[in-house]
Structures are given as structure tokens and as C-alpha cells.
């Protein structure tokens, strides 16, 4: 793969509404650190000079600089202001990784705070790709059966034909830069979404089962799981 530069956008505008918690869901601690911080660490053990950018909402910056100082976490990084959706979020931390100037050979994983367990293995075949042809979604194949709503009732659809899309989106930063500058519109659902709609093809690449997206509290259970099960594999290794 050609050198690139790599940027890492992290979207942390979630509420702690599905969690039950007054606490956002990216500051909830797990293992004595918040999520955001074991997100941070799956890049930062995959790439240890990664350009990081957080996008928060502006009440929570006080919140995140009280962590960083309680967990030591002094990894170097910019905060840049969420906006009302996370569309205009995604869309001033792109903008603000822009301004920075970087060199054309330049892509950016965009990825939600709450997803701390994405595999090296999956941010490197989303980097190689994206590379390779502009764009990089992680996908995961469809387990349980599905059924399409329609006019009074339902109807199976084949499984196969489908699958769950994860982060980190991946894209060459002038593509996706460009994508965020139309006007926002409900379909767009994720970064790919907007890439798509600005006229360009998505390129879907192998995720992995673990990254799940921490929403709701049976959640935080399953991630301690996962995270002693890391730490286990660590050892041995």
C-alpha cells in the first residue's frame, strides 16, 4: 500500500438515553477507563502516529479534559464542536481535519466512540482499500433471518443478499470532504450513505463480530466480557 497519511475522526456526540444514564455513553467507564479511551487505544495500537480528532458536543468538552487528566491520558489530539446531527458533527470534524492541510495522500477512518473492540486487522483492510479505490466500509454477514415490512404484513428476504455495516468508514479525505459539503438529507444514515449519494460507488471489505456498537446496557456487560477476553489473548501472546 502507498504511504498515506491517516486521520482518525471520532464521532462522540451520543447521549446516555438508550443507556438509562445521565452519563453519555462514550464516558462510561469500562474496566476504569471511559469507552471513548479503549476506542482511542484500537487505533493507537494499530497506528501509533494516527492524526486524532474528536468531535463533542461544546457541554462536554470541560467533562472529556477532567478525564484526560484522572486517567492520564496524554495522547495528542484536537477537539472540534458537534453540531445538531451527526451529519453537521462528522461534517466540521472533516472540515477542521481539512483546514489542517493535509497532503493529498491523506485518508480518514470515521468512527464511533463506542465501538472499542474494531480489530487492527479490520482498520488495516479498510485502510488498504480505501486506498485502493476511495472508500471502505467494514461489513459483517447477516445471522438471524430477516422479513421486509410491506402493506399490511411482512415477507422473508434472502439473508444473504444483506449485511451489517460497521465503523470505522474509511475514505480518501478529498472524496468524502467534498461528499459533506451537500445539503443534508434523512437518508443519509451513515458516511457512506453521503458518499454514495454524491455520486460515488462503496467498497465493502471483512469487519469483525466483536466490534459491536455500545448502546444500551446489556452492552456494557458483553464488553467486559470482551475486554477480559482481550486482555487474556494478550498474555499468551
Known amino acids: 500500500m502507498e504511504k498515506l497519511r491517516k486521520y482518525l475522526l471520532i464521532a462522540a456526540g451520543g447521549s446516555g438515553q ?86 493529498s495522500d491523506t485518508i480518514v477512518f470515521i468512527h464511533d ?10 482498520i488495516e483492510r479498510c485502510a488498504r482499500l480505501a486506498a485502493k479505490t476511495g472508500s471502505a466500509i467494514p461489513v459483517i454477514t447477516v445471522a438471524e433471518s430477516l422479513r421486509m415490512l410491506s402493506d399490511g404484513g411482512s415477507r422473508h428476504v434472502d439473508r444473504s443478499m444483506f449485511r451489517i455495516v ?10 468524502i470532504h467534498a461528499a459533506y459539503r451537500q445539503p443534508e438529507i434523512s437518508l ?16 465493502l471489505t471483512e469487519g469483525n463480530s466483536e466490534n459491536i456498537k455500545i448502546t444500551q446496557p446489556t452492552d456494557l456487560l458483553v464488553a467486559s466480557l470482551l475486554l477480559k477476553d482481550k486482555k487474556q489473548w494478550e498474555k499468551i501472546s
Request: glycine share 4%; charged share 20%.
Open 166 to 175: 460497521q465503523t470505522p468508514q474509511t475514505f480518501r479525505l478529498s472524496l
Open 113 to 122: 466512540a463506542a465501538r472499542p473492540f474494531v480489530s487492527a486487522a479490520t
Open 18 to 103: 438508550r443507556m438509562q444514564s445521565a452519563t453519555p455513553k462514550q464516558f462510561l467507564e469500562l474496566d476504569g477507563r471511559p469507552l471513548i479511551m479503549h476506542t482511542l487505544d484500537a487505533f493507537l495500537h494499530y497506528c501509533n502516529d494516527i492524526c486524532i480528532t474528536i468531535v463533542l458536543p461544546p457541554e462536554y468538552r470541560q467533562l472529556w479534559e477532567q478525564l484526560c487528566i484522572k486517567c492520564g491520558f496524554t495522547v495528542p489530539h484536537s477537539v472540534v464542536d458537534g453540531g445538531a446531527t451527526r451529519f453537521a458533527s462528522v461534517r466540521n470534524g472533516l472540515e477542521a481535519i481539512w483546514e489542517s492541510r493535509p497532503d
Open 188 to 203: 443519509f444514515t451513515d458516511d457512506a450513505s453521503v458518499l454514495e449519494t454524491a455520486g460515488y460507488k462503496i467498497s
